[in-house]
């Protein structure tokens, strides 16, 4: 079970930040919410999460700037980003990555363990000081 990280939900779609909030909530996760990218800086300056699941189509500032002012900032080049979105053509995505998202994940969501497993691994390389090692291979 993950420890008590913080996850940042920014999405303008009421239902769908519900049921991630349940989904997280499970998996042992505090949860705080934004529903655009004005109120997600607001949130992410005040609460500090460990990372950021982040929608693109929202009000007032989409994802894609919100992603751009969050690299911004030296405070946040580091936390963990996913975008979670409808937006799955290739420019969407590679849009995304160009901001600088850690990954990028289609809407609706078809693997929620899949969805798990990727929260957890970006939280733990987040939390680690040191950039991880290689593997090690003793065929070199």
Known sequence: MPGKAKILIVDDAPDFVYAMRGFLEDLGYDVV????????????????????????????????????????????????????????EPQHIMESYDRGCTDHISKPIEDYDQLGLIIERLLEVAASDEPEAPPANDDW
Do not use: F, K
């Open 33 to 88: 919410e934004a529903y655009d990218g004005n109120e997600a800086l607001e949130v992410l300056q005040r609460e500090g999460p460990e990372l950021l699941l982040l929608d693109v189509i929202m009000p007032l500032m989409d994802g894609w700037e919100t992603l751009s002012v969050v690299r911004g900032r030296p405070q946040w080049r580091r936390l963990p980003v996913i975008m979670l979105t409808a937006l799955d």
